[in-house]
């Protein structure tokens, strides 16, 4: 695993240090690859995160969004009676995945279908940061 210095981009790039702390945060940790999952962009604006949860009913899956973080939780029942495999090939496990959402995102919906939970995403921008036109008015140059 190759661990990257981000601390010359510190010295030019003002106003990023979030950023850069979230790819370092990232590439230290990483939760394997159970559930496994897409992030599909269907628009400019709006996003779906698809999780395959085969075995988990509705009610065992919980999801959580705290400020910009996405939070997708299943927990499944615990068994009384031990089962003996042959060979288990499905997880039956309880799972925690952590997506960081960017500035203005949030969960519009959720469903399940075929063993499939989609999330769907939508980032709304205030009108107040959208980009706008400046008029010019004139000559602004002080005569004397």
């Given at each position: 695993?190759?661990?990257?210095?981000?601390?010359?981009?510190?010295?030019?790039?003002?106003?990023?240090?979030?950023l850069?702390?979230?790819?370092?945060?990232h590439?230290?940790?990483?939760?394997?690859?159970?559930?496994?999952?897409?992030?599909?962009?269907?628009?400019?604006?709006k996003?779906?995160?698809?999780?395959?949860?085969?075995?988990?009913?509705?009610?065992?899956?919980?999801l959580?969004?705290?400020?910009n973080?996405l939070?997708?939780?299943?927990?499944?029942?615990?068994d009384?009676?031990?089962?003996?495999y042959?060979y288990?090939?499905?997880?039956?496990?309880?799972?925690?995945?952590?997506?960081q959402?960017?500035?203005?995102?949030?969960?519009v919906?959720?469903?399940?279908?075929?063993?499939?939970?989609?999330?769907?995403?939508?980032?709304?921008?205030?009108?107040?940061?959208?980009?706008?036109k400046?008029?010019?008015?004139?000559?602004?140059?002080?005569?004397?």
């Amino acid at each position: 695993m190759r661990n990257v210095d981000f601390t010359p981009l510190y010295r030019s790039a003002i106003g990023f240090d979030r950023l850069f702390n979230q790819m370092e945060n990232h590439s230290a940790k990483t939760n394997g690859g159970y559930p496994p999952y897409n992030i599909e962009q269907q628009s400019e604006n709006k996003y779906r995160i698809t999780m395959a949860v085969a075995g988990f009913a509705d009610n065992q899956i919980d999801l959580t969004q705290h400020e910009n973080m996405l939070i997708v939780r299943g927990e499944r029942p615990k068994d009384i009676e031990e089962k003996t495999y042959l060979y288990q090939g499905i997880a039956e496990r309880d799972f925690e995945r952590k997506f960081q959402l960017a500035d203005y995102v949030k969960v519009v919906g959720a469903t399940m279908e075929n063993g499939l939970l989609h999330v769907d995403l939508e980032r709304e921008i205030p009108e107040a940061m959208q980009p706008r036109k400046i008029a010019i008015n004139g000559n602004n140059l002080l005569e004397g």
